[in-house]
């Protein structure tokens, strides 16, 4: 089982912590030193697929050079403040990098591998696009 602590510093501020003792810094929506919960939620999900991604291209033998992924979110107006759609955007460089290969790899995270897709994607939709930037 994964445990994760979250402690209150003071205000609206606090530190969580993973089963790996690595932390990160949480506040408040208009607090200003942290990360807000519901966009953690968003970060969760890139990396995540980040995660996949690379694994997948660096199996296919496809080197990876640089690799950013944006994800964006539309909410309910209203509390809770669901997200019902989200956007993955990803920008990936290296050799050899194929739209093929990006598309399976991508395809693999959202489908099969990302946990946290596969959690989110019961409530939102999930969408994808990406873009290979080539040397120049």
């Known amino acids: 089982m994964v445990k994760t602590t979250v402690h209150w510093l003071k205000d609206r501020h606090f530190v969580g912590t993973d089963s790996n003792n690595h932390s990160v810094v949480l506040s408040g929506q208009k607090e200003g030193i942290g990360v807000s919960p519901s966009e953690t939620l968003l970060i969760a999900l890139a990396s995540c697929s980040s995660v996949d991604v690379v694994e ?28 019902r759609k989200i956007h993955v955007h990803y920008r990936l460089g290296g050799q050899g990098l194929t739209d093929k290969a ?12 990302c946990s946290v897709a596969a959690t989110v994607r019961g409530v939102a939709e999930i969408s994808y696009d990406f873009e290979i930037i080539t040397d120049e």
């Open 102 to 113: 990006v598309v399976q790899a991508i395809q693999l995270s959202q489908d099969k591998y």
């Open 56 to 83: 997948i291209l660096e199996k296919k033998r496809k080197k990876l050079t640089m690799l950013e992924v944006t994800a964006s979110g539309e909410r309910d107006p209203d509390p809770p403040w669901a997200y």
